[in-house]
């Protein structure tokens, strides 16, 4: 159990690569967690979503909706660093 908790983390990264630079909607968000959400009911065996959420929370695993909006804030600063160099170097 405790290796696949290791390898969600390391698939959400990869699951999510390149996602910060989109544009998605609260429906497409919607639709990331809710099929997450699925895949821990399956892993736990149960079809109790406060049990899922708990379990989430003790291992340390956010859902991949709360995981790119922090990864987009710091997409977005760093693409905003990057625009006022090129623009200082023009």
Known sequence: MIHAIHVIRHC???LLYGL?????SKSDLSSIDFT?????????RTNNIEM???CQFFFGISLPS?????????????????ADLVM???
Do not use: H, P, W, Y
């Open 20 to 24: 910060e630079g989109c544009s998605l």
């Open 88 to 90: 200082a170097l023009v």
């Open 66 to 82: 709360v995981v790119l909006c922090s990864r987009t804030d710091k997409f977005e600063q760093k693409f905003g660093l990057c």
């Open 12 to 14: 959400i990264a990869v």
């Open 52 to 54: 899922v959420k708990v």
């Open 36 to 44: 997450f959400n699925r895949f821990f009911m399956i892993l736990f």
